[in-house]
């Protein structure tokens, strides 16, 4: 019985706490509730949930590091770690494709790249012709001589088990988004992506890449809080398609996770709708 008060105690001190305007929490929760898409804002709720169930704390993610490709939020997420890309190209277009992939650059070379396709028997595309300036992409060169390597040396290369040698200690994170160029806020949804350095290939199709040498370089696709702060103040004229209660998003400002509070509404099943609690 004595624990149980105790239990309740924290329950209601955490009730009680609100959350504040223009915090991490906060920006969150505005993001989420302008996402024209309900089940990725479940998705992330689940997430959390499961970061915090699995004994993560707040300092091992952080959901506007790395929009692209963050490896930290895919632990702690079981995966999801291009999230908040999603929920936030989402607040200003309806339908989107978005393709994040992270394997060896080789591989990307082999795809993306115009040598890459005609080595593979395919005709060079829209994303590879555009690539063609990007150089320490589309580009191989050979370490002995320092000049660009024939279509012959890759496939040789390629052949012998070479290739990834060539890249070793070398990573890559690339990112395709296509969505109508029609839709209604393509303007603002332009300027958000400039902001995490995508590229506009055409019309409706847009690029990220990122090659890093040792893996802890700095990612353009981190949002600061100048940005975050404009990406909300443009979202405060569109519509919002949920309201949600505070409760998860104030676990993100807690410098310590409140894991007592959580488990405890986990354990109660209690909706999350603070006028549904009656003591």
């Not at 398609?241 to 099943?269: C, E, P």
Request: hydrophobic share 35%.
């Amino acid at each position: 019985m004595l624990a149980l008060l105790s239990d309740l105690r924290q329950y209601t001190s955490f009730q009680n706490i609100k959350l504040e305007p223009h915090t991490y929490g906060w920006y969150v929760k505005q993001l989420c509730e302008h996402c024209k898409k309900k089940d990725l804002v479940d998705e992330l709720m689940r997430a959390i949930k499961y970061a915090y169930d699995n004994n993560y704390q707040n300092d091992d993610f952080y959901l506007f590091d790395r929009l692209v490709g963050d490896y930290h939020l895919s632990d702690a997420f079981d995966g999801l770690e291009n999230i908040m890309l999603e929920i936030i190209v989402h607040c200003f277009v309806e339908d989107a494709i978005i393709e994040v992939d992270d394997a060896p650059l080789e591989y990307q070379f082999m795809e993306y790249t115009n040598t890459g396709r005609r080595i593979n028997g395919l005709k060079p595309n829209v994303l590879s012709e555009f690539l063609e300036d990007w150089k320490c992409f589309s580009e191989i060169e050979n370490e002995d001589t320092g000049k660009k390597m024939s279509d012959k040396e890759i496939v040789e290369a390629q052949n012998n088990g070479d290739l990834p040698y060539m890249y070793e200690e070398t990573y890559m994170t690339s990112c395709i988004i296509i969505v109508d160029e029609n839709e209604q806020n393509i303007i603002d949804f332009n300027e958000f992506l400039s902001m995490i350095a995508f590229q506009k290939v055409t019309h409706g199709m847009y690029y990220f890449g990122l090659i890093s040498y040792d893996g802890s370089i700095e990612s353009p696709s981190d949002l600061g809080k100048r940005e975050i702060e404009e990406i909300c103040k443009t979202l405060n004229s569109y519509e919002i398609y949920q309201k949600l209660d505070d409760d998860l998003f104030i676990m993100l400002n807690d410098d310590g996770v409140n894991s007592a509070a959580y488990k405890l509404l986990d354990k109660l099943k209690i909706c999350s709708s603070r006028k549904e609690v009656i003591f």
